[in-house]
């Protein structure tokens, strides 16, 4: 006798495993006037080339964009001096991680990354049907032996944020070619170096080396952070040309939209509004983090455009009041429990007015607690 008909359409099991993705505040309701700094947005905004070619575009929204951003891709080719067949874009770095989840995991299959790595890894690969596998980050640090370690017949991807987001650490060049040749070369290694234009160390590299001289590794990039493109939804690959290939078979025909092409082209084209940012933020990041620690509270090392504010070591302090304190005073920052750190707060480097007024809330809010 066969079993009954389930009485709704049903999901798959993995999808209802999934935790939705829960982006940073974008207000947290104070009478004052408010400090976004929960997204790791760029503080100076895009290009005035950028917003003007998106201007631009509005007169022609009846058409539909070229499905390929030909444009797009031959102006990252040029700008990193690149191949242009082996570039794909899409509506932002997160939709292509999916594409990637989607064309290289099956169910049964394994997906690795670590214990405070982006929440989109864990999303892509259970909708795809695939295991997650969670590597722990001792010191919040990539272990690149633990990876290797946790490597089965299964698994088919291994996802790296470098630099990584919430931590702001970042693997070394080395280490991470020293992941890609302990790996199979069954296992698509997925380097996510969303925030690379902003690290200044002589050991990074952002995985463009690595892709072109491989058959088995792919770089996702955006332009949501130094471009300042996030409302657009604007990201793109570099991957050697199979991985290209399958990619296109499973991207939608017109998935980057005509004014985000246009701005993405402008945006790269001016270099200096680019340097600009790279400058603000290499001020104000070591600025902002020595500051915060004169407070008490500890600031792990970051080489994005964000810190994170550990509340642990201060008596009394805790992450969550500090982050209801902070919000009524105006300074919208991001929780990061779901990241596994719930005595931290992480706070995007924002402009002068912002990062002061921060500074000044955790100060009161410092002489508030015992010792202060």
């Not at 082996?86 to 049964?108: K, T, V, Y």
């Not at 001792?138 to 291994?158: G, S």
């Not at 996510?192 to 892709?211: P, W």
């Not at 332009?223 to 078979?249: E, Q």
Request: net charge negative; glycine share 8%; charged share 20%.
């Amino acid at each position: 006798m066969s079993a009954p008909l389930p009485m709704r359409p049903a999901a798959r099991e993995s999808i209802l495993r999934i935790a939705p993705y829960i982006p940073g505040r974008s207000t947290a309701g104070a009478a004052r006037k408010e400090y976004k700094l929960s997204s790791n947005e760029n503080p100076l905004g895009p290009s005035p080339a950028a917003r003007e070619a998106f201007i631009a575009a509005a007169t022609s929204l009846e058409r539909y964009p070229d499905g390929g951003a030909t444009l797009l891709r031959d102006a990252i080719a040029d700008t990193y001096g690149l191949k242009a067949d082996r570039i794909i874009c899409g509506n932002g770095s997160d939709e292509i991680l999916s594409m990637i989840a989607h064309a290289f995991l099956a169910e049964g299959d394994e997906a690795i990354f670590t214990e405070h790595a982006f929440l989109m890894y864990r999303i892509v690969t259970l909708a795809a049907g695939a295991d997650p596998v969670v590597v722990a980050e001792p010191d919040m640090q990539i272990d690149v032996d633990a990876i290797l370690a946790a490597v089965t017949e299964r698994t088919k991807i291994v996802f790296l944020a470098n630099p990584n987001n919430p931590t702001g650490s970042y693997t070394p060049a080395a280490e991470v070619k020293r992941l890609r040749e302990g790996l199979p070369a069954s296992v698509l290694l997925v380097i996510d170096a969303a925030y690379a234009e902003y690290v200044r160390k002589n050991d990074y590299e952002s995985g463009i080396e690595l892709v072109a001289t491989r058959d088995d590794t792919i770089m996702t990039r955006t332009f949501s952070k130094i471009h300042a493109l996030a409302g657009l939804r604007l990201g793109w690959a570099y991957a050697p040309a199979a991985v290209i290939d399958a990619l296109h078979r499973v991207r939608g025909p017109f998935n980057v939209n005509a004014p985000a092409i246009a701005a993405g082209v402008a945006a790269l084209a001016d270099r200096a509004h680019m340097e600009e940012a790279v400058a603000h933020n290499a001020y104000w990041l070591p600025e902002v983090s020595r500051r915060v620690r004169e407070l008490g509270f500890a600031v792990p090392d970051s080489v994005g455009n964000f810190i994170l504010i550990d509340f642990s070591p201060v008596e009394g302090a805790d992450a969550g009041n500090a982050d209801d304190f902070l919000g009524a005073r105006g300074c919208v920052l991001r929780r990061v429990a779901g990241y596994g750190l719930p005595q931290m707060l992480r706070m995007t480097i924002g402009d002068e007015e912002a990062n002061e007024a921060v500074i000044a809330a955790l100060s009161e809010y410092r002489k508030g607690l015992p010792g202060g």
